[in-house]
């Protein structure tokens, strides 16, 4: 069975500083790997997607790395900002055959960056 | 931990008939219910914010008469896809918001996804 988890689970740092979350999945036959971010009361908004032949994606000023063989994946956050307060989620995605997917959060990383 | 269950897991179905999913919270109420969409090689994309006894919320470019959504209880929502193409075949999975006592807590649980295939 699957499982990931996100460490660490709350983390504060003042504004401008860079970090980095970290997440850890049990299984590396994943199919994809997911970053999201939420905010109280919404939706998960998708911030990068890695697909299992990629090494790391880039969104301004987030990049996202991956590496199967050790089952972990890390989100830089470049110059963090008091708008960046959220929890950061991550979830692979597995191709269980016959057309079947399972898809497994971690439990979150809440981050707040002071002004 | 709180536990959300979709119904059904995996569903295959001819092209212009309706499929229902269900999503349920098991062990806790929930007011707020997401409904979210993945197809192969792209990210999860929320599809609809679900209020329980109002409206659902839609996001820009999904269709509300194509995805109907039902927030019957403060435990069921239901996605219905009418009238269901080959191009809807994709992974459906729901959220189920939780709110501690106090609101302390303010966190989502997932179903397991339920894929469609439409032939």
């Known amino acids: 069975k699957q499982e990931v988890t996100q460490i660490p689970a709350a983390l504060s740092v003042p504004e401008g500083e860079n970090l980095v979350l970290n997440c850890s999945f049990t299984?590396?036959?994943?199919?994809?790997l997911q970053w999201f971010r939420q905010d109280p009361g919404k939706g998960l908004t998708s911030l990068l997607l890695?697909?299992?032949?990629?090494r790391e994606q880039t969104s301004g000023r987030l990049n996202a790395s991956l590496d199967k063989s050790s089952g972990r994946s890390t989100l830089y956050i470049a110059a963090s900002q008091p708008g960046d307060s959220a929890t950061y989620l991550c979830?692979?995605?597995?191709?269980?055959?016959?057309?079947?997917?399972?898809?497994?959060f971690g439990k979150g990383t809440k981050l707040s960056v002071i002004p | 931990g709180a536990v959300v269950s979709q119904h059904p897991s995996w569903v295959i179905c001819k092209s212009g008939t309706s499929v229902k999913i269900e999503c349920r919270s098991l062990?806790?109420?929930?007011?707020?219910m997401f409904w979210y969409r993945q197809f192969p090689k792209q990210s999860l994309m929320l599809m609809a914010t679900?209020?329980?006894?109002?409206?659902?919320?839609?996001e820009q470019g999904v269709e509300k008469d194509k995805f109907l959504i039902n927030h019957a209880s403060l435990t069921l929502s239901t996605l219905t896809v009418t009238s269901a193409h080959p191009e809807d075949s994709s992974f459906y999975i729901c959220?189920?918001?939780?709110?501690?006592?106090?609101?302390?807590?303010?966190?989502?649980?997932f179903g397991p996804g339920t894929r469609l295939t439409v032939l």
């Open positions: 959220s189920a918001r939780f709110l501690g006592a106090g609101g302390t807590t303010d966190t989502q649980y």
């Open positions: 979830a692979v995605l597995i191709y269980s055959g016959a057309g079947s997917y399972q898809l497994t």
């Open positions: 299984d590396s036959a994943i199919y994809n």
């Open positions: 679900s209020n329980e006894g109002s409206k659902a919320t839609y």
């Open positions: 062990d806790f109420q929930a007011t707020t």
């Open positions: 890695i697909q299992s032949s990629q």
